[in-house]
């Protein structure tokens, strides 16, 4: 009886990071197909993030890296640029930007952190980590200096919003869900 419900508990959480996974990769393709008028070129409103963040708090971190870089991987291969240079900063920043969440998860449970901190971390982390890695591709350490502020300004809202949506989703799913 035991090892039925075990069974029956990995193929639950099997099934739902599959259905995490299939909306963070329609929210990947959709953003990615959607030009904004933003200031810094490239900077995308990173809603597929709502859905990491979900899979941290719900599934834990090893989910949530999973999610990330399975995210980045296919989301590229759908929309076709990969192994491109599009790829390589989203690839990096995404895997690297989890990392730091999962690092600041612990604040999060002990009351020092909310969700949305933790997101907004996440979109500082993010954008500093794809201007590095475009600097140091582009070879030129002035792009930092150019796009880095106007990008952390843009990381501010962009990082609320997406933490105040993961709360809510936490929240509709916990009652849902056997969490």
């Given at each position: 009886?035991?090892?039925?419900?075990?069974?029956?508990?990995?193929t639950y959480?099997?099934?739902?990071?599959?259905?995490?996974?299939?909306?963070?990769l329609?929210?990947?393709?959709?953003?990615?197909?959607i030009?904004?008028?933003?200031?810094?070129?490239?900077?995308?409103?990173?809603?597929?993030?709502?859905?990491?963040?979900?899979?941290?708090?719900?599934?834990?971190?090893?989910?949530?890296?999973?999610?990330?870089?399975?995210?980045?991987?296919?989301?590229?291969?759908?929309?076709?640029?990969?192994f491109?240079?599009?790829?390589?900063?989203?690839?990096?920043?995404?895997?690297?930007?989890?990392?730091?969440?999962?690092?600041?998860?612990?604040?999060?449970y002990?009351?020092?952190?909310?969700?949305?901190?933790?997101?907004?971390?996440?979109?500082?982390?993010?954008?500093?980590?794809?201007?590095?890695?475009?600097?140091?591709?582009?070879?030129?350490?002035?792009?930092?200096?150019g796009?880095?502020p106007l990008?952390?300004?843009?990381?501010?809202?962009?990082?609320?919003?997406?933490?105040?949506?993961?709360?809510?989703?936490?929240?509709?799913?916990?009652?849902?869900?056997?969490?």
């Amino acid at each position: 009886m035991r090892r039925d419900s075990v069974k029956r508990a990995k193929t639950y959480h099997t099934v739902s990071l599959a259905v995490l996974l299939t909306f963070a990769l329609v929210i990947h393709s959709v953003e990615a197909s959607i030009p904004l008028p933003m200031p810094v070129p490239g900077v995308k409103l990173g809603l597929a993030n709502i859905i990491t963040l979900v899979v941290l708090l719900l599934f834990g971190f090893k989910s949530a890296l999973l999610i990330s870089v399975l995210r980045t991987v296919l989301g590229s291969f759908f929309v076709g640029n990969f192994f491109s240079f599009g790829f390589m900063l989203s690839f990096t920043a995404a895997v690297i930007s989890t990392t730091v969440m999962i690092l600041v998860l612990p604040l999060f449970y002990r009351g020092f952190f909310s969700l949305i901190s933790i997101s907004i971390l996440g979109a500082v982390t993010h954008n500093i980590v794809q201007l590095t890695v475009a600097s140091v591709l582009v070879q030129n350490l002035m792009l930092l200096r150019g796009y880095l502020p106007l990008s952390l300004f843009m990381a501010i809202p962009t990082g609320f919003f997406t933490g105040l949506a993961a709360h809510f989703i936490v929240r509709a799913m916990s009652k849902v869900m056997k969490f």
